[in-house]
């Protein structure tokens, strides 16, 4: 839509620090996060769980649950305007509108007690201040608009007469409702079976073509990341790891953590009667975020760590123009 | 769901037939209860002038039953929305808000939780006047705590669902997040619990009344119960009668209650 501005992106969120107050201390659970996401982009953010990658969308859309949540630095700044300085008025504006967000649950993130017609109409009413015949008129196309059959009766249905894949579908219908510019999708699919995340995966990509909706794609799917994005950011223990184009992270990836949750992906074998090699793992859990030490974050788990990678914390360097990966490695000039 | 639930029908049933005895009864029987009909402490069926019997004063225990319901129900009302009211308002804030706003209310509701319901309403009622307004005042000021404390129960479980982040990510702000997404999903166990709130300050009054604290001008069930209780072995019939009444309405609001909870839960609804 906005081509002639591409050299300004849509979201760019630039070291973007979150700290929580703990029982075990100050746990520091993003730690100067940059992104940056262009009109009509897809974009993914992968890693294990407790890397930050929720912990950053709810940044972005201001939902930490403060206290003990808290934003200590940074930007956010949406179409050139900071997200951060906005007073909760004006935020709440934001919210539903220009960015919405799909849950990881499908099964618990709608209200049991309203019909699914009236929670898509509810953000019309709100945002667009619609009626309650329009908005109720409005629901119905959406539904229709996101593959749902009979969508006049299916919306004055209750969230457990659905099934998982098709609540998944309300709740898109529910982000897309208002044509924000963005989506945030957490993990959207990690609760469905694999051929309903197939046909969300599609409806999501289309949906994109047709309302040139960027895309926030939160996954530890390394699958969903090569079908579904454009760029990749890699996050360990609330810090970017590593970031690029998804060719360049998929076939020659940098870090030593990205290059673990690649080989940690199964593959489907031509060959099932020979002697399979045994599916390689990234040794250890992700760290408490209380206990970091000054090092790289990565270092207890990495193979390749040596003397410097428990002394300092890299700095992010540039592989390649638009490839950039934070490890000692590169900086040596020794690529893993 | 509701009209398939035959106990819940039967509570309904119970409840139009008192409230219609009560309303309409005082029009087509209107002996005064005050006033003395025939000898005292006749038993039931002896004589026509006073079908059920009199009391030691030789009063209409009928005319009693008819007209003393009134009183019983609303101050029942009465007390009960006062509860829900004031312990929903306590307990919604303090589940939802948490903090400093969670420690304050609940030092309150604790506070009122620990003094003796029914001696902190006698006290009400001595200090201003054993008027009804007053007593059921009292009932409700003295029966809020449990609601409360129920009321942040469930906004604590709730406030952290999905569904409350999924309102908020369309941008709807706490007010309407407390009394738009949480609270229906919280009141079925409000429900159950303010139903049965009506029958226990429908006790609580008759309580009162027997401690001949309610107001004297007022005829009420709780008010026979107590006027009648010096003779109890000779006539039972004084002390009986409002008795079963009472238990009749507490029983049918207590089916009513149960009735709501499940035709509230969309879970069971039509399936």
């Not at chain 1, 945030?184 to 197939?198: C, F, G, K, W």
């Not at chain 2, 009292?138 to 009321?151: D, H």
Request: hydrophobic share 45%.
């Amino acid at each position: 839509m906005s081509g002639h501005q591409t050299d300004r992106p849509l979201l760019q969120v630039s070291n973007l620090c979150v700290e929580f107050r703990t029982r075990d201390g100050i746990a520091r659970v993003l730690d100067e996060v940059s992104l940056e996401l262009q009109p009509g982009q897809t974009l993914g953010i992968v890693g294990e769980s407790g890397c930050g990658k929720s912990m950053t969308a709810l940044s972005i859309m201001r939902l930490i649950p403060s206290p003990p949540g808290q934003i200590t630095a940074g930007e956010v700044r949406l179409a050139g305007e900071d997200l951060l300085r906005f007073d909760e008025q004006r935020m709440r504006d934001i919210r539903g509108k220009d960015i919405s967000m799909i849950f990881q649950e499908p099964m618990t993130s709608l209200n049991p007690v309203f019909t699914v017609g009236d929670q898509i109409a509810e953000s019309l009413r709100l945002h667009e201040g619609l009626s309650d015949k329009e908005a109720a008129a409005r629901a119905v196309k959406m539904l229709k608009a996101v593959g749902i059959p009979e969508p006049q009766a299916r919306a004055r249905e209750y969230p457990h007469q659905l099934s998982g894949g098709m609540r998944q579908r309300v709740m898109i219908a529910i982000a897309l409702a208002c044509g924000p510019k963005v989506i945030i999708a957490d993990e959207p699919t990690t609760a469905l079976d694999v051929t309903v995340q197939a046909q969300i995966f599609d409806l999501l990509r289309d949906l994109k073509e047709r309302t040139s909706t960027a895309i926030i794609l939160i996954t530890h799917d390394m699958g969903a990341i090569a079908e579904m994005t454009d760029r990749v950011t890699v996050m360990y223990a609330g810090r970017v790891v590593e970031e690029g184009p998804v060719e360049a992270i998929l076939d020659a990836p940098k870090h030593p953590y990205t290059q673990g949750l690649i080989a940690c992906v199964p593959q489907l074998d031509p060959n099932p009667t020979a002697e399979r090699p045994p599916l390689e793992e990234i040794p250890g859990v992700v760290p408490a975020l209380t206990r970091l030490g000054k090092g790289c974050a990565f270092a207890p788990r990495c193979k390749y760590a040596f003397e410097r990678c428990d002394q300092e914390a890299p700095r992010r360097v540039s592989v390649d123009a638009d490839h950039r990966a934070a490890c000692w490695l590169l900086e040596e000039g020794t690529s893993a | 769901m509701f009209r398939r639930n035959y106990a819940a029908m039967f509570g309904l049933f119970l409840l139009v037939l008192l409230v219609l005895v009560t309303l309409i009864g005082p029009l087509v029987y209107s002996v005064d209860p005050f006033e003395i009909v025939w000898a005292p402490l006749t038993p039931p069926g002896e004589e026509a002038t006073a079908p059920l019997g009199t009391d030691y004063l030789g009063r209409d225990i009928l005319a009693g039953l008819i007209h003393g319901g009134v009183a019983t129900l609303a101050v029942g009302l009465a007390a009960a929305l006062i509860t829900v009211v004031i312990g929903l308002t306590v307990g919604a804030l303090a589940g939802f808000y948490l903090g400093i706003v969670d420690d304050i209310l609940m030092r309150v509701t604790e506070f009122f939780q620990v003094l003796p319901a029914l001696m902190f309403a006698m006290v009400l009622v001595t200090l201003f006047s054993s008027s009804l307004v007053v007593v059921a005042i009292a009932i409700g000021l003295v029966s809020w705590p449990p609601t409360a404390r129920l009321a942040r129960a469930e906004f604590l479980r709730i406030r952290n669902l999905e569904y409350v982040s999924a309102a908020r990510s369309v941008g709807a702000k706490n007010t309407r997040i407390i009394w738009q997404v949480i609270l229906p999903n919280a009141l079925p166990p409000l429900i159950v619990s303010a139903t049965l709130t009506i029958g226990t300050a429908i006790l609580f009054e008759a309580g009162l009344s027997f401690l001949g604290l309610s107001d004297p001008n007022t005829y009420s069930w709780g008010y026979m119960i107590g006027s009648g209780r010096d003779n109890i072995l000779d006539a039972w019939w004084a002390v009986t009668l409002p008795g079963g009444m009472i238990f009749v309405t507490v029983l049918a609001v207590s089916l009513i209650g149960d009735g709501l909870n499940d035709a509230f839960n969309p879970k069971l609804r039509e399936r």
